[in-house]
């Protein structure tokens, strides 16, 4: 395989083809945030560096990052970060668990904004993160946030304080 000299201005990496560029951001993304023996990654860090290349490394390596891996993300403070960061790209996520806590009023705001965003693949776990949250406070925000709208959602209850949302024609 020849590969051509890179454009003027463009990142190097990009003149490799897509498919060794997806190997590459996974082997990445595994050295910088760790390997685990868990089977999720948590959201509490900064964005990668890789993110923060160009527009187009950025998108890729989101693509390789976000449908390979499952996630939780907390309210923290670089939880919340990384929604806000992400933005739309919050669509891209394929499997996602948040942690609610006693903020309700910060994850509303999150979840108003996430909700329309979801992609129809994206299978949405809630857990509470504080055991002091009681559950009728819960699910009165689950409520008032939408996820119980049977048109939109099918809901299923894991047994281990997590109710599973995904979207109905998924």
Request: hydrophobic share 45%; glycine share 4%.
């Amino acid at each position: 395989m020849v590969l051509s000299p890179p454009a003027p201005n463009r990142a190097p990496l990009l003149s490799i083809p897509l498919e060794i560029r997806d190997i590459i951001y996974e082997r990445v993304l595994d050295y910088e945030w760790g390997h685990s023996s868990q089977d999720f990654v948590v959201l509490d860090r900064p964005l990668p560096a890789l993110f923060r290349a160009c527009k187009q490394i950025r998108s890729e390596a989101l693509d390789v990052f976000l449908l390979k891996n499952h996630f939780h993300v907390y309210t923290s403070k670089i939880g919340l970060k990384w929604l806000d960061i992400l933005g739309k790209d919050v669509d891209r996520f394929r499997f996602l668990i948040l942690f609610i806590d006693l903020n309700l009023e910060a994850w509303h705001r999150y979840l108003k904004a996430l909700l329309p965003l979801v992609s129809g693949y994206l299978e949405l776990r809630i857990r509470k993160a504080a055991a002091s949250l009681s559950n009728s406070r819960l699910e009165t925000f689950l409520q008032t946030a939408g996820l119980y709208d049977q048109d939109r959602w099918t809901i299923k209850g894991n047994g281990t304080d997590e109710i599973i949302f995904r979207q109905i024609g998924s």
